[in-house]
């Protein structure tokens, strides 16, 4: 069973028998959507590795998929089967929407988007109604099939992109427009429902859940505003927190988000776990089978890379840690500490005995600065090289950010310890409670 999460423990469709783990306050998303939509998909590419293109075998879902991540928050997927019936009398809302977190409704935007537009106002009407703390996400999904009509010149234009982007902001506005006004008609003119385009084929589907999963994290405000001091202080353009397993980032500072630079960081993160399986070296997130199987498929396209290469190649080059790439045209200067004696008792209490940090100076000027921050979460930064030219006191402020995010999340772990041991308290004094009873 993989290590990240527990994927596949199916329970009967309904909601009746609700395993009591089930119920603990770990945030709940939900995958909703018509037949074929792409939930499953969504769900076996962002948190599973699955390929884009082996989504095409999957099989229809005919149960609730409960899926449990374990990252630097724990929370869980449920993927639902298209065909759900709100009127089936065994489908128990309560139990079902009382504790969402967020409900991801997908529409098939290749579509005719008509019947899923009003299977999204129904859920969301069903939804509102048991939990008004719902927060509701629409996904107009498959917008890559909409981009090869353009490509193959269908319409006939000379600026494909162009018309392409107008399309997708029709079909958007279009759903966007239809839905306000049917929520209004039904009294739910408050419901907050962000719209995102989405696809499989791109980092498009890695960047909406980014933002879905950031309304889940209590701590954001806390990570945003960490991130926030160490870029003004650093003179960092554009800093990113990464779930380095699935590449989704959970928080970002205050400038705007460029999906540009999303996805230059999101790639970093493939090269570095590229380069860290070549030379065997343990990498950041290693303690995922998802990233496990990563790293394999790395390996096996590096082999035959590496079968082409001119003997002495600087690509190759492994002598001091400095890995020269030619592809991109990258210095990469990947480094996992050795650490010494005093690091490895350090390490053993923190059940990691390396640290990954790798600097990428690329072509046009920018830095790309990666350091581990702890076993799930990486922090890259966007910096101009002039700026890289202070490393010193970039290491420093990246180190304090990785000791104030220690804090954050040693709070959470000492607060979460808290109300276990109160809960563990209550329920032994219930228990003598009782047997006093009992034996009176
Ligand atoms: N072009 C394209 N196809 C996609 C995308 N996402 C999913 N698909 C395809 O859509 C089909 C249905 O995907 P599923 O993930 O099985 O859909 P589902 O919503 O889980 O379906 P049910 O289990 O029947 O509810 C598969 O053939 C996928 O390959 C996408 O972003 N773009």
Known sequence: MDQYSDYGDNEPIYGDDLADEDREARPRLMLMGLRRSGKSSIQRVVFHKMSPTETLFLESTSKINKDNIHSFIDFQVWDFPGQMDFFDPTFDTAAIFGEVGALVFVIDSQDDYMEALARLHQTVRAAYQQNPNIIFEVFIHKVDGLSEDYKIGTYGDSRPWLLLNRLLKNTQRDIQQTTTDELADAGLE???????????????????????????????????????????????????????????????????????????????????????????????GDKSQGYLEDQQDHQEDWSQHQQDAPEGHPDYD???????????????????????DDDQSVAQTNSSNHEAFSVIKMGNGTVLYLREVNKY??????????????????????????????????????????RELEANQLIEQQQRHNGMYGHG
């Open 190 to 284: 408050n419901v907050q429902i962000s719209f995102y385009l989405t696809s499989i084929y791109d980092h498009s589907i890695f960047e909406a859940f980014s933002k879905v999963i950031q309304k889940l994290i209590p701590q954001l405000p806390t990570l945003e505003n960490l991130l926030n001091i160490l870029c003004a202080n650093s003179g960092i353009e554009k800093a990113f927190l990464f779930d380095v397993i699935s590449k989704i980032y959970i928080a970002t500072d205050a400038s705007p988000v460029d999906s540009q630079s999303y996805e230059i960081c999101s790639d970093m993160i493939d090269v570095i776990i590229d380069i860290s399986s070549i030379y065997g070296r343990a990498a950041i």
């Open 318 to 340: 492994d002598s001091n840690g400095h890995h020269h790439l030619q592809g991109s045209q990258a210095l990469v200067n990947s480094n996992n500490n050795n650490n010494n």
């Open 377 to 418: 979460l990486a922090l890259i930064c966007l910096l101009r090289a002039e700026t890289f030219e202070k490393q010193g006191l970039i290491d420093y402020n990246v180190q304090c950010f990785k000791e104030a995010m220690d804090q954050v999340f040693e709070l959470r772990r000492a607060e979460k310890t808290r």
